[in-house]
């Protein structure tokens, strides 16, 4: 752990609140969340809903989009939005 309570993982800062503690309790009170790629082993069990093939991981902004049918499905707060109803299709 560093002096502000956060710990370090592979040359990343882990978020407080994934260790248990409120970002306030450690005296930090303007928090900037950074966005961390999608982990290899969530993103290997992936498939479109819509087909069920592979999906390219983009990153600006970061998007999961099929091989196949060319849907994109946004990642909010480093959560894959996996609904049909969510994604776009481009080309």
């Known amino acids: 752990m560093d002096s502000a309570g956060a710990e370090v993982e592979s040359g990343r800062i882990i ?8 970002p306030r ?8 969340q950074f966005s961390v ?7 290997e069990m ?3 809903p819509a087909c069920k093939q592979p999906l390219e991981h983009r990153q600006n902004p970061e ?7 060319h849907r994109v499905y946004p990642v909010e707060d480093n959560i894959p939005i996996m609904l049909i109803d969510k994604a776009t299709i481009e080309p």
């Open 63 to 69: 998007t999961l989009k099929c091989t196949q049918c």
């Open 37 to 43: 790629m999608i982990p290899q082993d969530l993103f």
């Open 15 to 22: 978020r407080a609140s994934r260790l248990g503690v409120s």
């Open 25 to 32: 309790s450690l005296g930090l009170t303007n928090v900037v």
């Open 46 to 48: 992936l498939v479109c």
